[in-house]
């Protein structure tokens, strides 16, 4: 008795947690290429010029990496809403606490990035795929 109520609960919790971990749907993967324009903060003592910079996010079944010139990020990632071929997914960087906002559009085949300020929001859109 005690043999079987041990392997129910444990059952049970491996379905739980792999039920509870998000993926993203075949349709919203691949890869997406974009520019994030050049802009320009304040610091408190002088002005900052950012040059524009290349971007790269890819969109993968369990996993979201963001590639920024030279710079790649793999963090975890939540999705909030999905709704008339949009997907919102709000994206932990794994350095820090911020989030960044990303929405995905099926239609468009595009991607708005909405990351920290002073960074602007970014269009990436979706690469071709090869048929094989």
Not at 2 to 14: G, H, M, T, V
Not at 64 to 87: H, P
Request: glycine residues 4%; positive net charge; contains cysteine.
């Amino acid at each position: 008795m005690q043999l079987s109520f041990s392997f129910i609960l444990a059952f049970f919790l491996l379905l739980s947690s792999n039920c509870l971990s998000q993926k993203i749907k075949w349709k919203y993967r691949g890869e997406y290429l974009g520019i994030i324009p050049p802009y320009s903060f304040h610091t408190g003592n002088e002005y900052i010029e950012v040059e524009k910079t290349n971007i790269q996010i890819l969109l993968r079944k369990r996993e979201i990496e963001i590639n920024i010139g030279k710079n790649s990020m793999k963090g975890d990632f939540e999705i909030v809403k999905e709704e008339n071929k949009t997907l919102w997914i709000n994206f932990k960087r794994p350095a820090d606490y911020g989030t960044e906002k990303i929405i995905v559009s099926r239609k468009k085949r595009e991607i708005v990035r909405d990351s920290f300020y002073p960074q602007p929001k970014c269009i990436l859109y979706k690469t071709k795929k090869r048929r094989k």
